[in-house]
């Protein structure tokens, strides 16, 4: 006998997997009987979620290392460092309190955003922005003199 088990539209994969196993589990006790499962999505999905957990992190510490390089300055480095996860952590909370959820038109936003816009006059990155006002910063206050 085949079973196929599909979520409601607004539902979370991950949990009602989770859900559906703790049912399984119990029938098998209860019945004696075992159930094979061909397919499970939430597999996939939270393999995906902590390769791009550990991915971020590496991203991260070759940013932080390439930022180094380039301004030769801890503070600034730090500036940056600190201003872009406060930022996406911002947007996070925004679409949060918005009722948004991460699919994948809300994501390839977030990504595009990241690099980018859509006017080429304007496409920087936010590092690269970040490093514009930054040194725009630097060249206002003087070489070689504290911010403080």
């Given amino acids: 006998m085949t079973l196929s088990i599909q979520q409601q539209p607004d539902a979370n994969t991950v949990t009602v997997a989770g859900l559906v196993h703790d ?25 995906a979620v ?31 460092t600190i201003a872009i996860p406060v930022s996406i952590i911002g947007t996070f909370t925004l679409l949060y309190f918005q009722g948004e959820t ?11 955003e990241l690099h980018g816009t859509d006017y080429p006059q304007y496409e920087m990155a936010e590092e690269e922005l970040a490093l514009a006002r930054l040194e725009q910063m630097e060249a206002e206050i003087g070489p070689g003199r504290s911010p403080f």
């Fill in 23 to 47: 049912q399984l589990e119990q029938l098998e006790q209860e019945f004696g009987i075992s159930f094979m499962i061909a397919m499970d999505q939430s597999e996939y999905i939270v393999d």
């Fill in 50 to 80: 902590r390769g791009m957990g550990r991915n971020a992190i590496i991203g991260a510490i070759l940013a932080v290392t390439v930022l180094y390089m380039f301004l030769g300055n801890i503070l600034l480095t730090s500036i940056i």
């Fill in 102 to 112: 991460l699919n994948i038109i809300t994501i390839v936003g977030l990504a595009r």
